[in-house]
């Protein structure tokens, strides 16, 4: 839920540049908080131009006010607490009370003032992704302005001369910054409300995380052997289900802060890729994919109309970008006898489960774990375990939700016969690549002959 900072009125002041004139420090805006990593409700506007919300993932859009011309907000770097999933909590730093940070909305043409207050115990700065900003504004520590030290709150002020999808993160200390956690999403309406609208347009950032089960804590200096592939830091099963009106145009804007690409592949549709964190891309270079590639630092918005009912699986297609805690040195143990192998285990490690040796479906398996962690593979459906972790998550596509209505609908319902089943398995029939016993080797080809340097 939100709650209130109070005013900031002894805190000091300094401008990243000098767009409007200097504003008073007892001007500040309160800070609204969020303590919650549940999906909040579209932020509609009360004032200024028009424009159909975003939703975000287990996030929140962040409160503005207005001061004469400029529409005012205010982030609040700091420690945070931030639940992966039930069962797993990690200790990041983000803004107003969690990682990621509130998604910042406004409209192109709006003049728009940020401050930002610093409760961390370094300096730290905000870059304005994608965004085209006076270079004072720019927000990269040491180049385009001082490093916000750890107490003090600065203040950007810019127009915003372009809408479109954005983001915005530290450019100090970035590497650590950001792998604590500190980043965020921007969008910036359309000054037309009807360019490009949609029914329903959520919006989500990715990040990446090492962190050691029964551990709390980041390795911030990691670069690629990630054990938590998150979306708006969460993961399956602890991902909002997108809930969405058939019939229903949709938008989702997927930003990238991690250290890797991600193929992004949405179950049951094709889409348009529409946006990027350049700009629109015109209707006539767009064109149908089911899958789409968000590079790192980049962003990808795709529209839809989502016209198949069900509940559709949404996630990335790297197959360890689905799992949690995920043990990468694992031996393929796939054929070798469980029995034997466990017998000789069992000398040595009278508690230990061998596992593999079929495979690693783990749907059914309950096995101690160490605090803080989550299974490498979770989460459960109507038929079954659903084996997935990460970077997963399901659209449920459903009649007659109300237009604000983002509730989970629960499972879908699905018609009479609809469901794939089975079949009697014909028990004469010789098993695959079985030798009947009543056939013979087959015949030596008269003329063949062993090709040079090979033994027959």
Partial sequence: MYSRRGFLGTAALVGASAVSGRVQAASIPEAPS?????????LHPTSGPDYRPVVTLNGWSLPWRMNGDWKEFHLVAEPVVREFAPGMKANLWGYNGQAPGPTIEAVEGDRVRVFVT???PEYTSVHWHGMVVPSGMDGVGGLNQPHIPPGKTFVYEFELRK??????????????QMAMGMMGMVVVHPRDPAFRLVDRDFVFIMSSYLIDPGTYLPKVNEMTDFNMWTWNSRVYPGIDPLAVRLGDKVRIRVGNLSMTNHPIHLHGHSFNVTCTDGGWIPGSAQYPEA???VAVGAIKAFDFVADNPGDWAFHCHKSHHTMNAMGHDMRNMIGVSRADLAKAVGKLAPDAMVMGSTGMAMGNMEMPAPDNTLPMMTGAGQFGPIEMGGMFTVMKIREGLAHDDYRDPGDYQFPQGSVAYEVETPTDAPARHETPATSTPPAKA??????KGMKM
């Fill in 163 to 176: 809408s479109g999808s954005f983001m915005y993160h530290p450019h100090s200390d970035e590497m650590v």
């Fill in 446 to 451: 008269k003329d063949s002959k062993p090709m």
């Fill in 118 to 120: 610093n409760k961390l």
């Fill in 291 to 293: 899958t789409t590639d």
């Fill in 34 to 42: 969020m303590d919650k990593a549940v999906m909040a409700p579209p």
